[in-house]
């Protein structure tokens, strides 16, 4: 499993997860929308270089973005000390 408390803190020690390796990501984010791009990104790159989803990582884009925004825009109210606790685990 994979836990970090700030996504951009271990991006390098993250660069190549091996192929087809479940992957579980644990974390955190401020409720920003600021956030959102940079963390799917980060997220989705790492999906995409475990092979976990092969051909499927558009919809796990789509859905992850979604989720984040609504907890940040409906659960959180873009209130920036309230965090959402995110999980991924494929």
């Known amino acids: 499993m994979i836990r970090v408390g700030n996504f951009k803190s271990p991006q390098s020690a993250l660069d190549k ?15 920003e929308t600021s956030q959102i791009s940079p963390f799917a990104d980060w997220l989705m790159s790492l999906v995409a270089r ?11 884009e789509l ?14 109210r873009l209130e920036p000390r ?8 494929s």
């Open 17 to 31: 997860p091996p192929a087809g390796a479940p992957l579980e990501v644990q974390t955190w984010l401020r409720s």
């Open 50 to 60: 475990s092979g976990c989803v092969r051909g499927k990582e558009e919809f796990v």
């Open 63 to 76: 859905a992850l973005r979604e989720a984040i925004t609504n907890a940040i825009l409906h659960g959180n």
């Open 82 to 89: 309230k965090l959402v606790h995110f999980r991924y685990c």
